[in-house]
């Protein structure tokens, strides 16, 4: 049997990772990091291979977004786990005839994002590869005995939760469209936004550290398959059902502007459009007015957009319900390109 | 400027990694393992990124061997660190026609390596490519506050300094040797020994762990390219000149008679041999005794086999001295193959 024929997440299956036990406060495959205890603290760890013309193309991104992309997307896996950032090392393969020039902007790239989130560069490892491919392991730290409180994982969430999300969805699967149609960071002010959120998407590590202090989230994750299908992973290994409300799901200006330009339907983007980065999370219905307040202190709109139930399939109401079956994901083996 | 032109040490020269200040008690790119204290205890770090075709092929070495020798090449920065294992993450690349046995064959393999070592993998992420592609992650604990010892660097070798090998080197070049030319494990018993080197080096972490913390060296590095390029590592990162004598390196029996078969010179293989994963380190002349003591305790040979001097080259003295010239290394961007 091959790869190609049983796919990603057949092969993860196949593998049996995620049914691997782990001794107590570890954390391992199946959740944005994984966690070690480690000296009354948590170390938490994401990882990411990134392989050129499968995850990004030297046509549409500059060297330096690559770099910055490849390090944020990292950052949003620990702020989806409440860790803060400590630094990342990176395996990275190019082919000989590449520009030194490339890669020395690419290291730019990661410099920029490290430096804005407070994760150096530590070590690293080059090979030779007919394409580029970049590895990066990002650590954090994110509670443990000494602090006391745990990091939020995506088996949390309880019947009655209320589904809240930090930002706006939506704008990054625009902007790939946009590139994809050949706009530029030139064009206008709606599209060097959409084209920025694609290519620089910020994660959410204030916040979500700040969320997980507070011991008010019961599970979180970072959006990077698009809405549906993340909160279809909290609702698979929270053993629960979630019901996404589409009329509660902003839409930003900036999403319905370009989408007019683009000829796509907004609702469709926010709700199953990938690479967002921002964090989806629940949260006891109490807690909701506190979260708000506290996505307020950090200059971050966080709305509630749904809740959960008992049950095993996620849901969606109003307008947006007709693109649930739009919302497959992408998976590596399986899918072009 | 192409890659291709500067090669590898120019490339990372260009870059400027190895030139980049830390803080306090962090050790950044340039060492066997980046260190990053953390709470008390200091969380080390190696990374190591393989291609098919680069570092190994399907046709002359199992899916269980790759998988065992990707951790335990990992697992050998830790041990010249004086690292204790804590667990690894594994990015991993497949091309979709490769058969899912071998993904489970090389996993199992990893397991083996991780579960003699204490190393779980606790995390990963897979992706599409040409070429399989590992990039192995891997975390340990090396001294710190709570300890009161440190990790063992490169870069602490002092003139008069008596330097020291763990093991028998050249075994594993020899096994290659044999691997290219067709033989296997079935082969007779000096066959099989030198291709186990090859395929299953032993990472020598106990050891390591024990003269870390005994505090008698005064640097370290395991031989990954060869031991008169590794020690020019130790001199070039210490400011020092390094003589090695070749009367003193002892050659194994297998070796002989490995290289008797294959017509190689035994000596020129064990200094200039690479991926022998044995630990090189310096120690001050009064700590000899007690160091080859600590060995034993560990059912380790530990010989003494040079000395640091003022310099800043590496010379040999004795009958290997003519191979000094055939020691440089493998360079990804400008090798063959």
Redesign the interface.
């Known amino acids: ?4 024929e ?1 796919g ?1 997440f057949g ?2 299956d ?2 049996g ?1 995620y049914k ?1 036990q ?1 001794a107590n406060g ?4 199946g959740d944005d ?4 205890p ?4 948590n ?1 938490s ?7 050129e013309d ?2 990004f193309r030297r046509s549409t991104a500059s060297a330096l977004d690559i770099g910055y992309k490849a390090l944020a997307v990292n950052l949003s896996d620990l702020a989806s786990m409440g860790a803060r950032p ?2 990342f ?13 490339w ?2 902007e690419m ?1 730019e790239g990661l410099d920029q994002c490290g430096e804005e989130f407070g994760c ?12 580029i ?1 970049l ?1 990066i ?1 990002v ?1 954090g ?1 994110s509670g443990g005995k ?1 602090e006391g409180w745990n990091p939020v994982m995506r088996s949390g969430a309880n019947p009655g939760d209320v589904v809240m999300l930090t930002g706006f969805t939506g704008e990054s699967g625009a902007g790939l469209a946009a590139l994809e149609k050949g706009a530029n960071k030139s064009g206008d002010s709606t599209c060097a936004t959409l084209l920025l959120r694609h290519l620089r998407p910020t994660p959410r590590i204030i916040f979500g550290v700040a969320l997980a202090q507070s011991e008010l989230a019961t599970s979180m994750i970072d959006l990077s398959d698009g809405m549906i299908l993340d909160a279809t992973h909290i609702a698979n290994r929270s053993g629960v059902g979630i019901v996404l409300d589409s009329e509660r799901v902003s839409l930003s200006e900036a999403l319905r502007a370009g989408c007019e330009g683009l000829g796509l339907n907004p609702l469709e983007l926010a709700l199953t459009g990938g690479e967002d980065y921002e964090l989806l999370f629940t949260v006891h219905p109490g807690a909701v007015e506190r979260v708000i307040a506290l996505g307020e202190r950090h200059e971050l709109r966080v709305t509630a957009i749904g809740e959960v139930k008992n049950g095993s399939e996620v849901e969606v109401t109003g307008a947006g319900a007709k693109y649930i079956k739009n919302s497959k994901g992408y998976d ?2 399986k899918g072009g390109g």
Chains 1, 2 share one sequence.
């Open positions: 049997m091959k790869i190609g049983i990603e092969l993860l196949k593998l990772l691997r782990f570890w954390i391992g495959p990091c994984a966690v070690i480690f000296c009354n603290s170390l760890i994401s990882t990411d291979l990134l392989v499968v995850h400590l630094g090392v990176m395996g990275a393969a190019f082919p000989r005839d590449l520009e030194v020039g890669v020395s290291l150096p560069l530590v070590g690293g490892d080059t090979s030779r590869s007919d394409k491919t590895s392991t650590f730290e000494r590596h083996f």
